[in-house]
T-cell receptor
Framework: ETGVTQTPRHLVMGMTNKKSLKCEQH?????MYWYKQSAKKPLELMFV???????ENNSVPSRFSPECPNSSHLFLHLHTLQPEDSALYLC?????????????FGPGTRLTVT | SQQGEEDPQALSIQEGENATMNCSYK?????LQWYRQNSGRGLVHLIL?????REKHSGRLRVTLDTSKKSSSLLITASRAADTASYFC??????????FGPGTRLSVLP
C-alpha cells in the first residue's frame, strides 16, 4: 500500500457517457498528479495540483476535466471520450510539486472506451 | 519533449544474474529518480539521486549518475523472479517539468 487509493480500478464506458475517476491520498502531501499510460507510450503527465490549485496542464483535451476539492482528494471527470483515450490512468502525490521529492502512485484505473 | 530515455527497451536474464539499465537525458537536471512498475499496476519509487551525488545504494539496487554524460544507470544485483517489472527513470529539471522515460522491461527467468 502506497497511501494513495484510486477508484474504480476498472471502468468501461461508451463514448457518450460521463464518469469520474477518484483519487485519495493519506500521506499529508501538498501536490497531486494525474498521469495517462497508454500501451507502448511513455507515461504522460496530464495535470498537477498544488494545495488545490492547478499548476500545470499539459495540453489535455477538454473532455478531461480535473477537480481538486482539497489537498487529499483529486477527481478526473470524463465526458465524450474517444477510443484512443483507453489507457491506465494513474494518480500520484508528493510533498510538493517541485520535482525534488518522490511521487507515490495509486494502483491506477484501467479505462476502456467502447 | 521527452527527457529521460531508458536503454535497453527490454532485458531478459536468469535469476541470480545482475541487471543493468541505463537512462540518458538531454538537459540539466536537479535530480533523477528510478521507479518500478509491475504489470498494470502503479509505479513504486526506488531511488532518488540528486545532481551533486554520483552513486546511491538501496539494498540490492545501485544507482549511478554522470552529469557530464547526462546519464544514469540502475544496477540490480542477484536478481530474483520478483524483480520482473518495468523500470522507469524520471528527471526533474529544476521544477520546469518532471518527465518519465519509456522504460525498460526486465524479465528475470527462474
Amino acid at each position: 500500500e502506497t497511501g494513495v487509493t484510486q477508484t474504480p480500478r476498472h471502468l468501461v464506458m461508451g463514448m457518450t457517457n460521463k464518469k469520474s475517476l477518484k483519487c485519495e491520498q493519506h500521506l499529508g502531501h501538498n501536490a497531486m498528479y494525474w498521469y495517462k499510460q497508454s500501451a507502448k507510450k511513455p507515461l504522460e503527465l496530464m495535470f498537477v495540483y498544488s494545495l488545490e490549485e492547478r499548476v500545470e496542464n499539459n495540453s489535455v483535451p477538454s473532455r478531461f476535466s480535473p477537480e481538486c476539492p482539497n489537498s487529499s482528494h483529486l477527481f478526473l471527470h470524463l465526458h465524450t471520450l474517444q477510443p484512443e483515450d483507453s489507457a491506465l490512468y494513474l494518480c500520484a502525490s508528493s510533498q510538493d510539486p517541485s520535482g525534488s521529492y518522490e511521487q507515490y502512485f495509486g494502483p491506477g484505473t484501467r479505462l476502456t472506451v467502447t | 519533449s521527452q527527457q529521460g530515455e531508458e536503454d535497453p527497451q527490454a532485458l531478459s536474464i536468469q535469476e541470480g544474474e545482475n541487471a543493468t539499465m541505463n537512462c540518458s537525458y538531454k538537459t540539466s537536471i536537479n535530480n533523477l529518480q528510478w521507479y518500478r512498475q509491475n504489470s498494470g499496476r502503479g509505479l513504486v519509487h526506488l531511488i532518488l539521486i540528486r545532481s551533486n551525488e554520483r552513486e546511491k545504494h538501496s539494498g540490492r539496487l545501485r544507482v549511478t549518475l554522470d552529469t557530464s554524460k547526462k546519464s544514469s544507470s540502475l544496477l540490480i544485483t542477484a536478481s530474483r523472479a520478483a524483480d520482473t517489472a518495468s523500470y522507469f527513470c524520471a528527471t526533474d529539471n529544476y521544477g520546469q517539468n518532471f518527465v518519465f522515460g519509456p522504460g525498460t522491461r526486465l524479465s528475470v527467468l527462474p
